[in-house]
Every structure is written in C-alpha cells, then in structure tokens.
C-alpha cells in the first residue's frame, strides 16, 4: 500500500472517538469516588482498558505507518 492510500483522518477521528468514550467512563467513575462508592467507581474505570488498549494500538499504527511512508519516500 503507497503512503497516499492512507487515510490517515479515519484513524485520528477513530482515536478521538476512543478518547472521548474514555473519558466520559472517566468522569463517571470521579462522580462515583465522589458520591463515596469507590466499588462502583472501580468497576465503571475497569472499562477503560479495552478504549486505551484500541487507542494505543490505533496510535502505534499509525506511526509505523508514518515511518514506513518516510523510509519509502527516502529510497525512491
């Protein structure tokens, strides 16, 4: 795949989305701690590592795909 063919505001905009759930679980399990039900705020905060785990993969992807077009531009 040339590095044209990346369609590199999919991945940011699929990032941004991970995020903006990320934090919305986030801010839920704050009012939770805050309410005083630091059970219930640890089980909503659990749901966060699936979003992060996506969110890294999506950003390490996308920098290996910036070098891999970086290294084919260098050798053309």
Same mark, same amino acid.
């Given at each position: 795949?040339?590095?044209?063919? $990346? #369609?590199?505001?999919?991945? @940011?905009?699929?990032?941004?989305? =991970? $995020? +903006?759930?990320?934090?919305?679980?986030?801010?839920?399990?704050?009012?939770?701690?805050?309410?005083? !039900? +630091? =059970?219930?705020? @640890? =089980?909503?905060? &659990?749901?966060l590592d699936e979003i @992060? !785990?996506? +969110?890294?993969? &999506?950003?390490?992807? $996308?920098? $290996?795909?910036?070098? @891999?077009? =970086? #290294?084919?531009?260098?050798?053309?």
């Amino acid at each position: 795949m040339a590095g044209e063919d $990346l #369609n590199i505001g999919f991945y @940011l905009d699929e990032i941004v989305t =991970r $995020l +903006t759930d990320a934090t919305a679980i986030a801010k839920a399990a704050v009012a939770c701690a805050e309410a005083g !039900s +630091t =059970r219930e705020a @640890l =089980r909503i905060v &659990l749901d966060l590592d699936e979003i @992060l !785990s996506e +969110t890294t993969t &999506l950003h390490s992807a $996308l920098i $290996l795909a910036g070098r @891999l077009q =970086r #290294n084919a531009k260098g050798a053309a």
